[in-house]
């Protein structure tokens, strides 16, 4: 085998027709037969190239609505044929089977049919068969076949013909031949996918996951550690979808960070007040609503300035110049809103290392969808925490209810206590964290640890006392004794929301009451690990 073969002759065979007849014309120039089907092969003819129908090659036309029409000796044989091997080439001879040397083919929009929401039986129709066997047959014989998947492909493969005079190198192919494979294993994850949801199997017996390269990254968490950035089609708005209008490429970490904060912003609806979350290591050091953004993000800014230095910004409306200029007061890695105003952008293009996404909407907090995460051999999958408390599912267990105002508090923590890693404790007033206590072994000190930082924000504010006093304070998971409480009551939380659930309930109910705090059961904990 030479590492050098020439392009004699191609099957076109695509559904997206991007760059089509550019790359017909540049084969034909170079003498390339072309072989296509069905709205292919028009295309090509309407360009005035010369094309054969595949149809005309196998002896049989395009049948059953176009279901079969590659499905064939003559296709497969040409595309599977060794060059060298004398038994293939006198079977390729006895039988007129000629070679294909390179194959393009991109699959039926099958994707794209399952997001606009299409039924099954159309789903079902957009299930590419011949494609897939094509793209796996030429694959296979990458030694001389050339197979292409990608549009934006075209303009490599054109590049190795004009630097090899017609012909291609096998390190080449052999690389065309490893994107063919991804391809082919990514469209099947996604059938696969789509008809363990179409058949509610919550559980099925083969799991599989796929994503397509968006970014190579400098490294990942840490400097010694690679890292790619690869996105999963389904278009959620966020850091996967927006468009970064300024500043440097963004780091694992900054990608990480970006993503926990958008998403916790995303709680909030826009058009009932504005938002803004601050993150720290994937961790909020501020979240507040507010009249305005610039009144929402002072407020989330006031719960912890000192991890608010280099921190990522998360908003829930567009980006306004009076918050831009208010966000250039401190360096800030990262801002990302569902859109920016030209007098916000012209104020952040004086920072050129201040990244600024936008992203045309928010995320759907209540979709659902999965979360994966690698153990040591094997992967661990669970639905998306899409968990949601209204007033109306909670609980009142202690003597005193709380207040209106006081609901509208706790129901904030909630929410933020939701994205906060555990044990999470979440302190809240007037609609502000006010201390927030993360990623701890005991909830005792993750208490502790949320109103010191008050208490040190209050001496920083020139505050009488930390606003902690008169604060409603959320758990994500059950105090198993009433100590994390009484912790809480000390820094002057006067209300509770937790999930309940703990052996030793009535203890905690007790003390609660003891103390004179209002507490409510939410029924649902939010541990995020």
Sequence with gaps: MTDLHPVRRALLSVSDKTGLVELGKALAERGVELLSTGGTAKALRDAGLKVKDVSEITGFPEMMDGRVKTLHPMVHGGLLALRDNDTHVAAMEEHGIGAIDLLVVNLYPFEATVAKGAGYDECIENIDIGGPAMIRAASKNHAFVNVVV??????????????????????????LAQKAYARTAAYDTAVSNWMADALQLDTPTRRAFAGKLKQPLRYGENSHQQAAFYTDGTNRPGVATAVQHQGKELSYNNINDTDAAFELVAEFDPSESAACAIIKHANPCGVAKGATLLEAYKAAFDCDRTSAFGGIVALNQPLDAATAQEITGIFTEVVIAPGASDEAKAIFAAKKNLRLLTTEGLPDVTAGGKTVRQVAGGLLVQDKDNGFVGLDDLKVVTKKAPTEEQMRDLLFAWKVAKHVKSNAIVYVKDGATVGVGAGQMSRVDSALIAAKKAERMADALGLAQPLTIGSAVASDAFFPFPDGLLEAAEAGATCVIQPGGSMRDDEVIAAADNAGLAMVFTGMRHFRH
């Excluded at 075209?154 to 690389?175: A, I, M, V």
């Design 150 to 175: 990608d549009v934006e492909d075209y303009s490599s493969l054109l590049d190795q013909l004009e630097e090899n005079y017609g012909k291609t190198s096998y390190g080449f192919r052999q690389w």
